[in-house]
């Protein structure tokens, strides 16, 4: 079966570093997405891995180790803007443009 | 720049009823997507289309169709709602399959 596990809610601290993971059991792996969505609004697009290594954009970075199964977001210099759900998604080589998507971690931002 | 629009915002249907969900996106995509969010639980897939006239079915299509006439359009209608199919509804574009997705603003349904 696919699946995909992320923390349910993590807290963090403005100014401060916060990392988010992601595993996934998959039949196969063709990409890994990573969305940001406040509440009550549509997901965002925030990066796209395929290979192995980090993606640096700005504020945000994202790991991939496809030996491991496992991505994670990296969020710098924490703003309160930065409270909103993360939501990691994997697409499955046999998906037919389909992806398998975590429940997303909450994460929430204290003064 | 409009994006993907999404029509309505909100509704309220009762059990049997129908109706169809609108998806307009502006970005000459050819791929277009519907997924359903429940609380707690990830993106489910109901029914893309990889462009005009050629439509399938994801992870969840009972209880739903589409069609897409157009390379804008991309509607999903609901026949005889039942409950099970409260949710919120999102559409979503993206210029190939490895391309970030941009998302409508969503639909949130509710079926009583």
């Known amino acids: 079966g696919q699946n995909i596990d992320q923390p349910t809610e993590m807290t963090a601290t403005e100014g401060a570093i916060v990392q988010i993971n992601c595993t996934y059991q998959t039949s196969g792996f063709n990409g890994l997405f990573w969305y940001q969505q406040h509440a009550g609004e549509a997901p965002t697009f925030l990066s796209y891995?395929?290979l192995d290594g980090l993606e640096e954009k700005g504020r945000f970075s994202s790991f991939l180790s496809r030996s491991k199964g496992y991505s994670y977001l990296l969020l710098k210099e924490l703003q309160m803007k930065d409270s909103a759900s993360y939501l990691c998604?994997?697409?499955?080589?046999?998906?037919?443009?389909?992806?398998?998507w975590g429940a997303g971690t909450k994460l929430i931002i204290k003064p | 720049n409009a994006g993907v629009t999404q029509t309505p915002k909100f509704r309220i249907l009762k059990i049997g009823q129908s109706m169809t969900l609108q998806c307009t996106q502006d970005?000459?995509?050819?791929?277009m997507y519907w997924y359903r969010q429940d609380p707690g639980m990830g993106l489910k897939l109901i029914y893309y289309?990889?462009?005009?006239?050629?439509?399938d079915k994801g992870e969840v299509p009972n209880g739903y169709n589409v069609s897409r006439s157009t390379t804008e359009d991309f509607p999903l209608r609901l026949e005889l709602a039942a409950p099970s199919q409260t949710s919120v509804y999102f559409c979503?574009?993206?210029?190939?399959?490895?391309?970030?997705?941009?998302f409508g603003s969503g639909t949130r349904l509710t079926v009583v």
């Open positions: 998604a994997v697409r499955v080589e046999d998906s037919n443009y389909q992806l398998i």
């Open positions: 289309s990889v462009g005009a006239g050629i439509t």
């Open positions: 970005m000459n995509h050819n791929y």
């Open positions: 979503a574009s993206s210029r190939t399959e490895n391309y970030g997705y941009t």
């Open positions: 891995n395929v």
